[in-house]
């Protein structure tokens, strides 16, 4: 386990690859428009909890995945930013459904370890525009 934490803490951090599309500012707060590129994604996906909890469930679960705790016993290192979302219910309030997903290090997006754990999926996620702080 310590082997673990360390890859995934320790290891190379890698930037979600991304270009600016515009830079703006708005009451004294600067941001950018970004192109966020789209690839493979390790997800957890945690329901029935409140946010918090979910997020101290899910979030231990990638940090093993990437350090490790999969097929090929490799530390891939940590990609940021790590997203999260939390998903609105059909009447508009915030479902107690949450997932977080972590882009995949560019060296294994070709041919990403398969999770140990089966909570932990593997998906193909388009490219997403946000904004940001510099």
């Not at 890698?14 to 966020?36: F, H, I, M, N």
């Not at 990437?66 to 219910?89: C, E, L, W």
């Not at 882009?103 to 388009?126: A, C």
């Amino acid at each position: 386990m310590l082997g673990v934490i360390k890859n995934s803490l320790f290891g190379s951090v890698e930037t979600w690859p991304w270009q600016v599309l515009s830079k703006g500012d708005k009451e004294e707060v600067s941001y950018e428009e970004r192109a966020c590129e789209g690839g493979k994604f390790a997800t957890v996906e945690v329901t029935d909890k409140p946010v918090d909890e979910a997020l101290r469930e899910a979030m231990p679960k990638v940090v093993k995945y990437v350090g490790g705790t999969n097929d090929k016993g490799i530390g891939m290192g940590m990609t940021v930013p790590i997203s999260f979302a939390v998903f609105p219910g059909e009447d508009g309030s915030l479902q107690k459904k949450l997932k977080v997903w972590f882009r995949i290090p560019n060296q294994f997006q070709s041919n990403p370890p398969v999770p140990s754990d089966d909570s932990v999926k593997i998906e193909e996620r388009e490219g997403i525009t946000v904004y940001s702080t510099p």
